[in-house]
T-cell receptor
Framework: AQSVTQLDSQVPVFEEAPVELRCNYS??????LFWYVQYPNQGLQLLLK??????LVKGINGFEAEFNKSQTSFHLRKPSVHISDTAEYFC???????????????FGTGTQLKVEL | GAGVSQSPSNKVTEKGKDVELRCDPI?????LYWYRQSLGQGLEFLIY????????KSGLPSDRFSAERTGGSVSTLTIQRTQQEDSAVYLC????????????FGDGTRLSIL
């Protein structure tokens, strides 16, 4: 089984400042890791994913994340945020082995990023 | 269509009624997932389809919940005898295959039980 912890439920930040959203996971098997963004009244949009290879992953909208296996973390970063980045961000994991459940996602509780002027 | 389509976008119904939620995945995607997003429980997996079969139904919260998929395409999630705790956003996602990522999400159906 997998679990995901997003310790920060809300993160306020000023426009053009850097931001880091934290994600830690627990799993008995190797995992794939994802960050999704959700805007109001919309579904989830993939920001970036780690499947294998380089531990530094770049995604859309200038976001990047680094997989740290020893710390079981996958923190999301952006060097300079915009007002339009205001949204809820979800970290998720799935097992990277073929199980009966396909690659069902286990999500964290989300972090609300609020970008202020 | 270009993305995952869900209907209706909003559904309000009375306690005790049955509801059907529809998901039309991206063409060619064989894997289909249903999730539920609620204030108390966050985002939870409900059921996974590979083609028309459902090898993992472990997330369905009770026997009032059922789902089917036909023609390897459209899926319907049915909730019988709805209860107030069923109020949530129901999200559908699809991917090219069981191991292919990422999952592409629809905009969800917001279900409100009065």
């Amino acid at each position: 089984a997998q679990s995901v912890t997003q310790l920060d439920s809300q993160v306020p930040v000023f426009e053009e400042a850097p931001v880091e959203l934290r994600c830690n996971y627990s799993s008995s098997v190797s995992v794939y890791l994802f960050w999704y963004v959700q805007y109001p009244n919309q579904g989830l949009q993939l920001l970036l994913k780690y499947l294998s290879g380089s531990t530094l992953v770049k995604g859309i909208n200038g976001f990047e994340a680094e997989f740290n296996k020893s710390q079981t973390s996958f923190h999301l970063r952006k060097p300079s945020v915009h007002i339009s980045d205001t949204a809820e961000y979800f970290c998720a994991v799935s097992p990277n082995i073929l199980t009966g459940g396909g690659n069902k996602l286990t999500f964290g509780t989300g972090t609300q990023l609020k970008v202020e002027l | 269509g270009a993305g995952v389509s869900q209907s209706p976008s909003n559904k309000v119904t009375e306690k005790g009624k049955d509801v059907e939620l529809r998901c039309d995945p991206i063409s060619g995607h064989t894997a289909l997932y249903w999730y539920r997003q609620s204030l108390g429980q966050g985002l939870e997996f409900l059921i996974y389809f590979q083609g028309n079969s459902a090898p993992d139904k472990s997330g369905l919260p009770s026997d009032r919940f059922s789902a089917e998929r036909t023609g390897g395409s459209v899926s319907t999630l049915t909730i019988q005898r709805t209860q107030q705790e069923d109020s949530a956003v129901y999200l559908c996602a699809s991917s090219l295959g069981a191991r292919d990522q990422p999952q592409h999400f629809g905009d969800g159906t917001r279900l409100s039980i009065l």
